[in-house]
């Protein structure tokens, strides 16, 4: 869901600029900005969701074969901490 998630925003974001930047070169003309914006998201969105399972997969089998699966090794991160 996190994975997911935070695709849903950084796409938008990511895609919302890059047809922008490349409009305003006029590499892609404005009539096309809101439908190539949409096309877009919607692709790479629909990509992150099908292969979040292999990514998963992909993962935990890097994890068993490496013996490694840290999640919290009491460092103190936070930047404010004196």
Do not use: Q
Request: aromatic share 14%; charged share 15%; net charge neutral.
């Amino acid at each position: 869901m996190r994975t997911i998630g935070s695709t849903l925003v950084g796409e938008l974001v990511d895609t919302s600029v890059f047809i922008l930047v490349a409009s305003l070169a006029g590499i892609f003309p404005w009539i096309l900005f809101y439908s190539l914006v949409l096309s877009n998201y919607i692709f790479k969105v629909a990509v992150e969701v099908l292969m979040t399972p292999l990514t998963y997969k992909i993962v935990n089998f890097l994890k068993t074969k490496e013996a490694v699966d840290i999640f919290d090794d009491r460092k103190n991160l936070n930047p404010f901490a004196f």
